[in-house]
């Protein structure tokens, strides 16, 4: 789950990790309020969306009085932006951040994270800060430094010292970064993060440490333990369909092919998906409807399907384990019915009863067809969607 900046701020502190001071406005009416709150000459106003790249899409504005704040905020509140993070779309601007300006003097990258092929939670630095890390991971590899955590004793001090001057800070700034690392430390362990990332974070012009910019994930299956972070969440910026299927307890996730899939089993569905390009497709979504797929399941997972109008096809692949496929049959049947699929539906059903399955599609008068095995299924769905595309 990811939360917004100045959520993430507001954590920052929590845990000793020093940021700009800033207020949040909703509404174009708090303009002035906020104004007289930070008494700056000049503040930055931050679009606050679930996606980053935003100053280059004109999410990031530096006012100079209270009617530039509340005139940017009009324009910004209500909008949507669209970064290189977003799709097309965009995602919707509820509320701004509102910012004091930070001389800065240096910028580096920093973030915390698990690596999962050393099984150690990992800090990343860089002292090309306020770039895409990605950019410069490729381009400039040997300025990126690792800081592996040894999970038996945790993050010591004397490596976040040793971190400080490898990034070139004096002995004052390296106390105060193996403070925020700390921070960082305990924020990830307490609360079940998956990433932490501060970009950039900054030297100022009177030599102190502040994160400028605030990221945090966190593990969706650790919410139930952290009420106060699953209140972070904002489903507003997630996709509409992905929110829909947790309310099925379908794991769904929009992609921008046209082929509808859906199977049960998260390892079967990345294989059908795989299978789908293999046969020169696109899988629209990804979706894995569980070990109990019922009709009611099912034709939930079809109306999700069905509201992506790029689906063309649909590949339904099903797998009959405890469930019996005959049933599974039946219960795709009906919810073609119900959910009326105008696009044609390739079902490839194995397991108990596959035989019976395949006969009960065969024999219904829709527009399912019957697939003997998965590779047969996938080239007929990639050949029905390209006639109807």
């Avoid at 976040?160 to 700034?173: C, H, M, P, T």
């Avoid at 999700?304 to 049947?333: M, P, Q, R, W």
Wanted: charged share 20%; with cysteine.
């Amino acid at each position: 789950m990811n939360i917004h900046e100045y959520q993430a701020k507001q954590l920052f502190k929590t845990y000793g990790i020093q940021v700009p001071e800033g207020a949040l406005l909703k509404v174009p009416a708090q303009a002035e309020a906020i104004w007289s709150q930070l008494a700056e000459p000049r503040c930055i106003v931050k679009a606050q969306v679930h996606a980053g790249g935003r100053g280059k899409a004109g999410g990031v504005k530096l006012v100079n009085s209270s009617a530039e704040l509340a005139a940017v905020a009009t324009t910004m509140l209500g909008s949507t932006l669209v970064t290189h993070q977003t799709t097309a779309e965009g995602l919707p601007i509820n509320s701004v951040w509102v910012e004091k300006v930070t001389e800065i003097k240096r910028e580096f990258y920093l973030s915390l994270l698990l690596d999962r092929t050393r099984a150690k939670l990992t800090f990343i630095a860089s002292a090309a800060g306020g770039m895409e890390i990605e950019t410069v991971a490729e381009e400039s590899p040997e300025q990126i430094i690792t800081l592996e955590i040894n999970p038996s004793i945790g993050l010591q001090s004397y490596q976040a010292r040793d971190l400080g001057f490898e990034l070139g800070l004096n002995a004052k700034q390296s106390n105060a970064l193996n403070t925020m690392m700390q921070g960082m430390y305990r924020l990830y362990i307490e609360k079940d993060a998956s990433q932490i990332e501060i970009n950039p974070l900054v030297e100022t012009a009177a030599g102190d440490l502040v994160a400028l910019d605030a990221k945090i994930n966190f593990d969706d299956n650790a919410l139930g333990l952290h009420v106060d972070i699953a209140a972070l969440q904002d489903p507003l910026q997630e996709d509409l369909k992905e929110n829909q299927a947790k309310q099925h307890d379908l794991n769904y996730i929009t992609l921008q092919g046209n082929i509808g899939c859906m199977v049960n089993g998260a390892g079967l569905a990345m294989a059908t998906m795989d299978l789908v390009k293999l046969k020169g497709g696109a899988p629209a979504n990804f979706l894995d409807v569980g070990g109990g797929a019922t009709q009611a399941r099912v034709a939930a997972a079809f109306k999700l399907i069905l509201s992506d109008t790029n689906v063309k096809a649909v590949l339904v692949n099903i797998f009959g384990g405890i469930v019996k496929c005959d049933v599974i049959a039946e219960g795709i049947l009906a919810a073609v019915e119900e959910v009326h699929v105008t696009v044609p539906v390739v079902v490839r059903l194995e397991g108990t009863n596959a035989e019976q399955g395949r006969a009960l599609l065969n024999a219904a008068k829709l527009s399912v067809v019957a697939a003997n095995d998965l590779a047969e299924a996938a080239a007929q769905v990639v050949a029905l969607a390209k006639e109807a595309a």
